[in-house]
């Protein structure tokens, strides 16, 4: 055999994105604080090594039912991190010998994109603390989480263009058009003038006005709306045919 050939361990790790009731773009980061171990590098993303009886796609789906209590979440695999020095650092070294109880010298990692309504009640028992983050506060986090992130960013747009449904994940059942704006908005970076996104919203069958208004409210009350996935499927089938 190739001495060249590596010799490695695989992990996935989760980018969890969710929208809160300021409507901002936030992400999920978890900590566990291990000892010895600098507090500022134990903030990173969701992740876990792979169990040896499971696909990678298996054990994001179990990083993510662990952390959320959700056991279908949309998910999508979008990149492979595989560069030798992206574990290099000798905290991030020392985190993994004592997380994992093995001596790792490289890893690489599967990322996937994954939406969550903010308002979700999270509880895991695996992590000291589970915090949403604003998406322009994220901190400097350990291996290349932040390059994951970035990325993912760019995945997650594209993935809005072939797919505009997937919007809905983030947003509660009722929602205004405003807030379907100030969402599209931050993810697409496209600054879509209102009155032309209230037009073409106008358009989509699929988005249904509900007879109900905001309440208690300091601005003008707006109508509430609702995402019919029955519709949009009906129509985005005879878009492909």
């Not at 999920?28 to 600098?38: A, C, G």
């Not at 093995?102 to 028992?125: F, G, M």
């Not at 290349?144 to 990325?151: F, R, V």
């Not at 704006?181 to 003038?193: A, F, M, V």
């Amino acid at each position: 055999m190739n001495s060249n050939f590596i010799q490695t361990y695989v992990s996935v790790d989760c980018v969890v994105f969710g929208f809160d009731h300021e409507n901002r773009l936030n992400i999920l980061l978890v900590q566990k604080y291990l000892d010895e171990m600098p507090l500022e590098r134990s903030k990173r993303l969701p992740g876990s090594l792979i169990l040896s009886n499971e696909d990678v796609d298996d054990a994001a789906q179990r990083v993510l039912t662990e952390l959320t209590g959700i056991k279908k979440m949309v998910l999508k695999q979008f990149k492979c991190y595989a560069d030798p020095n992206r574990a290099s650092n000798e905290d991030d070294i020392k985190w993994m010998g004592k997380e994992y109880k093995h001596q790792i010298e490289r890893i690489i990692t599967v990322a996937y994109l994954s939406l969550c309504k903010i308002d979700h009640k999270i509880n895991s028992a695996k992590y000291d603390t589970v915090d949403w983050c604003t998406i322009d506060k994220v901190p400097m986090l350990p291996f290349d989480h932040n390059k994951i992130i970035t990325e993912s960013l760019i995945e997650i747009r594209k993935w809005i263009e072939t797919d505009f449904s997937i919007i809905f994940e983030l947003l509660p059942k009722k929602f205004t058009i405003r807030q379907l704006y100030q969402l599209y908005n931050s993810l697409s970076e496209k600054n879509i003038d209102i009155k032309n996104f209230h037009k073409k919203i106008a358009t989509f069958s699929y988005i249904i006005p509900l007879d109900e208004m905001e309440k208690n409210v300091s601005h003008r009350a707006a109508r509430f709306y609702k995402f019919d996935a029955k519709i949009y499927k009906k129509n985005y089938n005879k878009l492909i045919k």
